[in-house]
């Protein structure tokens, strides 16, 4: 991230250069990919114009289904930039949703991946609940594998952010219940009962499958009869969040303990 200032604008432009030599171009790519992969770096990619330049290599490909190595690598990088949300509020200024939305009907990984991107990036003014099922059923899939920890696409994929926190997005967003019920059929609950039930139970990941449930409870009778079908597992999670809490009171404590006796001593 230190060298990202230098780097960010150099790469950009060697994989610019249409007459470049391809092997260099795919390399600066790839080094894009590794910075963009922090929310610290997301400042420097706008300063940089970094969403113009990925844009026209994702554009430039030769047809609209023939994705070369050059634009997946240009959406992979746009993607990690949306999914650490840095600079939300620059790429929307942009224009990137309404990129982002048009490349979500792509078949295949490209589609998915964008779709991703536009749950991170936000999108006020589009329907989320209208992408297309083979899309939310990807995106379930891609949810189960993570959840067990597989390889899915070449990547080792976090819940968070990642396909939990996209799947937040599109629930807590849907402007009606269809999605809710279509997710729940292709079996939503039991993937979010599988985190709620994964040792160790991780905070951040159980805090973002409550919040699914909290709406998908509000909307859907079948999600109001599962949860309490499951209430022994989700007081069990609760149990196991209430470690959490004691955990970080332990902490917060520790530092006001330490902070009583006085200034720090020298060593």
Same mark, same amino acid.
Request: net charge negative; proline share 4%; hydrophobic share 45%.
């Given at each position: $991230?230190?060298?990202? #200032?230098?780097?960010?604008?150099?790469?950009?432009?060697? @994989?610019?250069?249409? /007459?470049?030599?391809?092997?260099?171009?795919?390399?600066?790519?790839?080094?894009?990919?590794?910075?963009? %992969?922090?929310?610290?770096?997301?400042?420097?990619?706008?300063?940089?114009?970094?969403?113009?330049?990925?844009?026209?290599?994702?554009?430039?490909?030769?047809?609209? %289904?023939?994705? %070369?190595?050059? *634009?997946? /690598? $240009?959406? %992979?990088?746009?993607? &990690?930039?949306?999914?650490?949300? *840095?600079? &939300?509020?620059?790429?929307?200024?942009?224009?990137?949703?309404?990129?982002?939305?048009?490349?979500?009907?792509?078949?295949?990984?490209?589609?998915?991946?964008?779709?991703?991107?536009?749950?991170?990036?936000?999108?006020?003014?589009?329907?989320?609940?209208?992408?297309? #099922?083979?899309?939310?059923?990807?995106?379930?899939?891609?949810?189960?594998?993570?959840?067990?920890?597989?390889?899915?696409?070449?990547?080792?994929?976090?819940?968070? #952010?990642?396909?939990? *926190?996209?799947?937040?997005?599109?629930?807590?967003?849907?402007?009606?219940?269809?999605?809710?019920?279509?997710?729940?059929?292709?079996?939503?609950?039991?993937?979010?009962?599988?985190?709620?039930?994964?040792? #160790?139970?991780?905070?951040?990941? @159980?805090?973002? $499958?409550?919040?699914?449930?909290?709406?998908?409870?509000? /909307?859907?009778?079948?999600?109001? &009869?599962?949860?309490?079908? $499951?209430?022994?597992?989700?007081?069990?999670?609760?149990?196991?969040?209430?470690?959490?809490?004691? @955990?970080?009171?332990?902490?917060?404590?520790?530092?006001?303990?330490?902070?009583?006796?006085?200034?720090?001593?020298?060593?």
């Amino acid at each position: $991230a230190l060298a990202a #200032p230098v780097l960010v604008p150099k790469m950009l432009e060697v @994989a610019a250069e249409e /007459t470049g030599d391809a092997e260099v171009r795919d390399v600066a790519m790839k080094i894009l990919v590794c910075l963009a %992969d922090t929310s610290e770096t997301g400042p420097v990619f706008v300063r940089a114009g970094a969403y113009p330049v990925l844009r026209g290599l994702i554009q430039r490909r030769a047809s609209a %289904d023939a994705w %070369d190595d050059l *634009s997946k /690598t $240009a959406l %992979d990088v746009l993607s &990690n930039i949306c999914l650490h949300r *840095s600079v &939300n509020a620059e790429l929307r200024q942009k224009g990137a949703h309404l990129f982002l939305r048009d490349l979500s009907s792509e078949p295949g990984f490209p589609g998915l991946q964008a779709s991703l991107a536009l749950t991170h990036v936000g999108d006020p003014g589009f329907d989320i609940g209208a992408l297309p #099922p083979s899309v939310l059923d990807s995106l379930l899939d891609l949810l189960r594998r993570a959840i067990d920890g597989d390889v899915a696409y070449d990547i080792q994929w976090d819940l968070v #952010p990642g396909p939990l *926190s996209a799947l937040k997005y599109l629930v807590l967003h849907a402007r009606d219940g269809g999605m809710h019920e279509h997710l729940l059929r292709r079996g939503l609950f039991e993937c979010l009962l599988r985190v709620l039930e994964a040792e #160790p139970l991780r905070a951040e990941e @159980a805090e973002a $499958a409550l919040e699914i449930l909290g709406r998908l409870v509000q /909307t859907s009778e079948r999600a109001r &009869n599962v949860v309490l079908l $499951a209430e022994r597992s989700l007081h069990r999670a609760e149990e196991q969040l209430r470690k959490y809490g004691r @955990a970080a009171k332990l902490a917060e404590g520790l530092v006001e303990s330490a902070r009583s006796y006085g200034s720090l001593s020298e060593l």
